[in-house]
């Protein structure tokens, strides 16, 4: 079974996180959601989440997967956390998967992560003097091992594409069809 982490900052993207975690778990995947620190994550519209876990126990342990939930404050956190920098560039170098949606593809940048690669962000987040590769129009953008999506509303076909790497399509299309969408 595909193992996942998602790190939750204070100040995330809440429909971004709960989407992906949830889709995530509907299609059998195991994610780990682990907090930068102790206690609960306030996310940016003040819904509270706990995660299973602290970032510094997560990392104890393997994961085919690293995703980025964003929101502003979220991703800022993010990526002011030295262990996410260095899981992120570690998972590059395992030709393992990165992930992140609205701001966060700003983390995998400022990583190194998106250096020389195709990706998409919330409007404004970022640019082509920073990426040269983005395209910010585009729902959700992959190049290799490494996914990016806009926002919000791109969440749940960011989740699909996450799981359709992870398991499949067909269990991409099972997932997809009980959401009656």
């Known amino acids: 079974m595909p193992k996942v982490l998602v790190p939750l900052a204070e100040g995330c993207e809440e429909l971004e996180a ?13 994610v780990v959601v682990a907090g930068l620190q ?3 994550v306030t996310a940016s519209r003040g819904v509270r989440i706990q995660p299973d876990t602290l970032l510094d126990d997560a990392l104890q342990q393997d994961y085919d ?26 998972m590059a170098d395992n030709k ?20 020389g690669k195709s990706a998409t962000c919330y409007p404004g987040a970022m640019d082509t003097a920073t990426l040269p590769g983005l395209d910010a129009e585009q729902a959700v953008v ?32 099972e997932v997809e069809a009980g959401l009656a969408r």
Do not use: W, Y
Not at 18 to 30: H, K, N, P, S
Not at 69 to 86: C, F, Q, T, V, W
Not at 99 to 113: H, N, T
């Open 96 to 115: 393992k998967f990165t992930a992140a949606i609205c701001a966060a593809p700003r983390v995998l940048a400022d990583a190194g992560v998106l250096s």
């Open 65 to 90: 997967m690293v995703v980025l939930p964003g929101g502003g404050p979220g991703s800022e956190r993010l990526s002011a956390d030295n262990r996410i920098h260095k899981l992120l560039v570690k």
């Open 38 to 40: 102790a206690g609960v």
């Open 142 to 173: 992959q190049d290799g091992k490494v996914i990016t999506s806009r926002g919000p509303g791109t969440s749940i076909d960011f989740a699909l594409k996450l799981i359709e790497n992870l398991a499949g399509q067909t269990k991409r299309d």
């Open 18 to 30: 709960v989407t992906i975690i949830d889709l995530l778990r509907r299609a059998g995947i195991e």
